[in-house]
């Protein structure tokens, strides 16, 4: 199982078709989450993207109220929350956000906002920011994420565009 993340591409929706593209050569992609503030970027990016599972969440620059906020899914053998951030004060730590995580039975959480790249584990769930697609604001460029299940091992992986 290949899962690629991405947030954060206001208005760069070449930036994340890039990303798209580029992981497409590696292996297939059996999801693509896209975490928020960039609706049109994921419309734009994500038309011919076929055979590929998507999912999307509203970040606080997304306007279209019937995007979700957040939402828990099962992907491969996983429970995941995924979610923006902003509604979870993210910019404050990860202490709602495990908490919500582990209400819902999740194991991954998976959030932007900040333009950080993240990983840890907390209270038995995985942490994971793919920083920012377009404005980075960690000095380590733009980057997604790549997320691996292979025989329930889930590997993270941040990458530059």
């Known amino acids: 199982m290949r899962i690629l993340v991405a947030s954060d591409s206001h208005g760069d929706y070449l930036s994340l078709q890039r990303a798209i593209k580029k992981e497409q050569q590696k292996s297939r992609l059996d999801a693509f989450i896209f975490l928020g503030d960039g609706e049109d ?74 333009h950080i790249r993240h990983y840890s584990f907390e209270r038995g769930v995985h942490l994971f920011n793919p920083g920012s697609i377009a404005l980075p604001r960690d000095g380590k460029g733009r980057s997604y994420g790549i997320i691996t299940e292979e025989k329930g091992k889930l590997d993270f992986f941040h990458y530059n565009i």
């Open 41 to 114: 970027d994921y419309r734009l990016a994500t038309m011919n993207l076929n055979g590929t599972t998507t999912y999307r969440v509203r970040g606080n620059n997304d306007y279209d109220t019937g995007i979700k906020l957040s939402m828990a899914m099962d992907i491969g053998g996983h429970k995941y929350l995924i979610c923006h951030g902003h509604s979870f004060c993210i910019g404050r730590g990860c202490e709602k956000l495990t908490d919500a995580a582990n209400l819902n039975g999740c194991q991954v959480a998976l959030f932007g906002h900040t």
